[in-house]
């Protein structure tokens, strides 16, 4: 039996709902009313709190701004019509969250605290949770290095910090992506497969080049050869070939296993569907691209959900896919997501926790 973690809770004096404007939500811009936020010290874990959100103060020696222990979850809570409130496979998030921890060196975060943290605040914050198609509230938990010293160890403190924040869509229409056969996202052996917010600075430069080529993401490639498919920049990738669902493997453990990556399989699958989980060649996709059989691509997580491919680069070619329709894969497994997610179908897979 899970223990119920012991939280302080302090509300605030002056709630910022009545601002917010449901019809103009940039992603990741706004933010509710609360956190939650845990200290980890000599070896033992403090009593959370649950606080108004605001700025915290900090030295600027502390491990996580130096030496990049920090790492990082992404998760969405939704409403259903009847007014609960539902979380999508929650504890595939918090686990992903412990390898990250293990591979960062840093301790546990002890379910409790995540998981009853977490829900005490969505039902503080239950009000910021729109209800509206294509909205839903962004939960970002947070955990970095906090030690006061210079020098490169292990940080023997650190916080844990859940705050949310009401999006739209990441992604209003279908995105250019660009093959990266020069930068490297990953490697084997690095830490490619764990949550850690390095692996997205070291993104940035690429990905800006790419923007300012038309591309709104990038298909990085292995760190190796630059042969072989892994991820793009914010989503895992996946393409419709000769009528099979394919998608790179993890053997490799340089690409984030997603949360949202697995569910579009287990969909996938349960409509009978051939997918395949292996190595895909960049070759392979201009192939496909060249002779029609390649159809579909898309990217999916937790922002982008389901993201179809307008445009795919590789250097100075482009190539366009087929226009989406209320028929493409994409779209449908965007819609049966959707559905399951908002509690319009039925949860056979039991994937939601209501809170």
Not at 220 to 232: G, L, N, P
Not at 268 to 285: H, N, P, Y
Not at 298 to 327: C, N, S, Y
Not at 340 to 347: S, Y
Request: hydrophobic letters at 40%; a negative charge; glycine letters at 8%.
């Amino acid at each position: 039996m899970l223990d119920t973690a012991d939280i302080d809770i302090q509300l605030t004096t002056q709630s910022r709902l009545s601002e917010l404007d449901v019809n103009n939500l940039p992603f990741g811009k706004i933010f509710s009313d609360h956190m939650l936020v845990a200290d980890y010290k000599n070896g033992q874990w403090g009593k959370a709190q649950i606080m108004p959100y605001g700025a915290l103060q900090m030295s600027p020696a502390i491990s996580a701004l130096h030496y990049g222990q920090s790492i990082f979850e992404g998760m969405k809570a939704f409403k259903s019509a009847e007014g609960e409130i539902l979380l999508l496979r929650p504890l595939e998030n918090y686990q992903r969250m412990v390898y990250s921890a293990e591979r960062m060196c840093m301790p546990a975060i002890p379910e409790s605290i995540f998981m009853d943290g977490l829900k005490q605040l969505l039902r503080i914050d239950k009000d910021w949770i729109l209800p509206n198609d294509g909205c839903s509230l962004y939960i970002r938990p947070i955990f970095f290095a906090t030690d006061e010293a210079l020098g490169v160890k292990v940080s023997e403190s650190y916080r844990f910090i859940v705050f949310t924040s009401p999006v739209g869509a990441y992604y209003r229409d279908p995105v250019n992506v660009l093959f990266e056969t020069h930068y490297s996202r990953a490697c084997e052996g690095g830490v490619g497969a764990a949550k850690a917010a390095g692996n997205y600075g070291a993104s940035l430069m690429p990905t800006l080049e790419a923007n300012r080529k038309g591309y709104h993401q990038l298909i990085w490639t292995d760190a190796r050869e630059h042969k072989y498919i892994e991820e793009s920049g914010v989503m895992n990738v996946m393409f419709l070939l000769d009528g099979k669902l394919i998608t790179p493997t993890l053997d490799s453990n340089s690409i984030l296993p997603g949360t949202t990556r697995s569910a579009i399989l287990t969909l996938a699958r349960d409509w009978g569907m051939e997918v395949q989980e292996r190595k895909i060649s960049v070759d392979d996709i201009l192939v496909g691209l060249e002779n029609g059989k390649l159809t579909e691509g898309f990217g999916t997580g937790t922002a982008a959900t389901v993201a179809p491919f307008r445009k795919i680069g590789h250097g100075e070619k482009e190539f366009m896919l087929p226009a989406i329709t209320d028929q493409s894969l994409s779209r449908r497994l965007e819609k049966e997501m959707s559905g399951i997610k908002r509690g319009i179908i039925a949860d056979r897979f039991n994937w939601i926790v209501k809170v």
